[in-house]
């Protein structure tokens, strides 16, 4: 497919919205990548489902970059919320990147030569959600606790913090593409989320089953997975709708 638009996400959740809309010529299986070639909103897309973490994310946009001509790259899904303001459901349009730290080193800016966070910005915001534009943070685990959140905020700026998105802006930036990264909040800076590292499968996706047996055998965790669920499903159609009216905006 020439000059397609690759959209990544993490997981099968992030990424339904658009997969549910698109015209789907053809489904493949990229390393442990789900891979979707089709049509969406008049545009030739490429969607894939990277799984969890950096390294799934890295090799997967690195197969397709071997495979297809891109005229950019999207990344979307979920974060954690880092900024007292942010509320769940909201977006998060990233305007610069960090490389999560390890241990005491201070974390590495990606610099992007072609962001396309200031058209971006200029997206008619909705009522439904708020739009912010500011630094994303990708860590290499799971930021969980409200206290972690909140000290990764004040410390390096960030306005929220994920997984994936970092390595994704690094590679885009090698290639010269365009590059987008729109994050629907998923717990705010003050809630605890949970830890989903048991349930996650090696292909970095979650397993139902595995996640099924916790909330069978931990009760108490019913209604926090409710919210979850209800949560990032209108985290998803954030996204999809404010990337429909991106693409509309674009050439």
């Not at 493949?28 to 008049?42: H, Q, R």
């Amino acid at each position: 497919m020439e000059n397609s638009i690759c959209i990544l996400g993490a997981v099968k959740e992030e990424i339904a919205g658009i997969k549910g809309r698109m015209k789907i010529n053809h489904r493949l299986k990229i390393g442990t990548a789900n891979v979707f070639l089709g049509f969406w909103e008049g545009k030739s897309i490429v969607l894939v489902r990277t799984g969890i973490g950096r390294i799934q994310a890295g090799g997967a946009l690195a197969q397709v970059l071997d495979k297809y001509s891109l005229s950019m790259v999207v990344s979307i899904g979920y974060a954690g919320g880092c900024h007292a303001d942010i509320k769940a459901g909201d977006l998060l349009v990233a305007n610069r990147f960090l490389n999560g730290p390890k241990h005491d080193e201070l974390p590495e800016e990606i610099k992007v030569a072609t962001s396309l966070a200031g058209q971006a910005e200029k997206v008619r915001p909705s009522k439904k959600y708020a739009t912010y534009a500011g630094r994303l943070l990708t860590m290499d685990r799971l930021v969980r606790l409200p206290e972690e959140k909140n000290v990764l905020g004040k410390a390096y700026g960030a306005i929220a913090v994920d997984m994936e998105t970092s390595v994704l802006a690094q590679m885009a930036a090698v290639k010269n593409l365009p590059f987008l990264s729109v994050r629907a909040i998923s717990d705010t800076v003050h809630q605890e989320l949970v830890d989903i590292s048991p349930f996650t499968e090696s292909d970095g996706e979650i397993s139902p089953l595995k996640a099924g047996w916790y909330v069978l055998t931990h009760p108490g965790s019913i209604g926090t997975f409710i919210r979850l669920q209800e949560i990032t499903r209108r985290g998803t159609k954030n996204i999809t709708d404010f990337l429909i009216a991106f693409l509309k905006i674009t050439n």
